[in-house]
């Protein structure tokens, strides 16, 4: 991988962290942020789920949109909409405002990563494509897990308005860099709307978003009640459960970093055998869910997987659109959205419905259906047919 392109996968990774920084880390400081506007904890939510409820509805349309437009520009526009929505919201002190400040970039969230996953394969070749995207996938794993530790440390120590810096500086830095470093990136093929959206005629672009949608579910409908998990089965103190979710997190970044030599090596191979290995795991996980010792190796390897699956689902999804990579990664971003939505949803059910215990078995009914998806999919298409379609 030439020095340019490792220096623009860097700031791509520093971008999407931003991002996804600015989404999450919110998460850390809702407490905070409820006392600050006068609301409810709940309603203090609104923050993170009006931001996720937007990304879902502007995945397919936004990329779509912009995907005609000088890529580095773009770039700038979103990283500057963060930066300047950011700096609304640290001398905001009327809530309406601060939802109007949130759900402005969270229509701009989705160009920003889709142009990222494409512009990181586009900048290598075709066959090392897996492991530039997988270097991005990390500042989407250090978005999710580190944002939210960094947020909430920030203002326990110092004050809410600071960790609301902290979002704005790292989205400052990104546009700097892209700025500076990025070099004009004009659409070489402008493709039509319509060619685009040509693609949801095929049969296997749906039977990669509906593999994707439940290897999300997988994944989230679980991961959401897993510090609840840990409380109730596990029975494990508040430090406890931290240092548990930093062991998934770190995990995570790891298996970006396996997801991407693993594609790369055998696409196919990973993509099909991925719901089976989970599936072991989450048997392990309901077997020996009551015992700390055996959790924190199950944990540690779940989160491998967890990594191993965000690229896989970028992955399904691109190579059965690989014509219209922009809008195929805003499909991507919506289908992990929905998944996420369901997996929680269904989750709770059980939840609710037969116990805490019981919640990943909506792991094991998601990774049924991805699986058999997956395979029609394999079993309609040969893996070189697949990136020609």
Not at 229 to 252: D, E, H, P, Q
Not at 253 to 280: W, Y
Not at 301 to 330: E, R, T
Request: aromatic share 12%; hydrophobic share 55%.
């Amino acid at each position: 991988m030439a020095k340019q392109s490792k220096l623009l996968i860097f700031i791509l990774t520093i971008g999407v962290f931003g991002i996804i920084n600015t989404e999450m880390g919110v998460i850390g400081i809702l407490p905070s942020l409820a006392d600050h506007f006068e609301v409810s904890v709940s309603k203090a939510g609104l923050l993170v789920s009006l931001f996720a409820l937007v990304v879902a509805v502007s995945g397919p349309t936004m990329p779509l949109l912009f995907s005609r437009i000088n890529r580095k520009k773009v770039m700038l526009l979103v990283l500057g909409t963060f930066v300047l929505a950011n700096i609304i919201s640290i001398y905001t002190t009327n809530f309406t405002v601060a939802l109007i400040a949130r759900v402005i970039p969270a229509l701009f969230h989705p160009i920003y990563c889709s142009l990222a996953f494409s512009v990181a394969a586009d900048s290598v070749s075709k066959e090392e494509a897996p492991k530039a995207v997988s270097k991005v996938f990390i500042g989407v794993s250090a978005g999710m897990v580190i944002g939210v530790p960094i947020a909430s440390f920030i203002a326990s120590t110092t004050s809410l308005q600071m960790a609301m810096v902290f979002f704005a500086v790292v989205n400052a830095i990104a546009f700097v860099a892209t700025l500076l470093i990025v070099p004009s990136m004009p659409v070489k093929e402008r493709l039509s709307y319509g060619v685009q959206l040509s693609v949801l005629k095929k049969i296997i672009t749906w039977q990669s978003i509906i593999a994707v949608i439940f290897l999300n579910s997988a994944i989230f409908g679980v991961y959401s009640y897993f510090a609840e998990y840990l409380k109730t089965v596990t029975t494990m103190s508040a430090n406890a459960i931290t240092i548990m979710l930093i062991v998934f997190g770190g995990a995570n970044m790891i298996g970006n970093i396996v997801a991407g030599r693993l594609l790369t090596k055998n696409a196919v191979k990973t993509v099909v055998t991925f719901p089976i290995i989970l599936g072991a795991i989450y048997v392990l996980f309901f077997l020996f869910g009551p015992f700390s010792a055996p959790m924190l190796f199950i944990t540690f390897i779940w989160g491998i997987l967890a990594g191993v699956g965000a690229n896989i689902n970028q992955y399904w999804i691109m190579s059965s659109a690989p014509k219209a990579p922009d809008f195929a990664n805003g499909l991507f971003l919506s289908s992990c959205n929905i998944g996420t939505t369901i997996g929680t949803a269904i989750g709770g059910l059980f939840i609710s419905g037969i116990g805490t215990q019981y919640v990943v078995f909506v792991g094991f009914l998601s990774l049924i259906v991805s699986f058999i998806t997956i395979s029609l999919r394999n079993y309609m298409y040969s893996p070189s047919k697949q990136l020609s379609i």
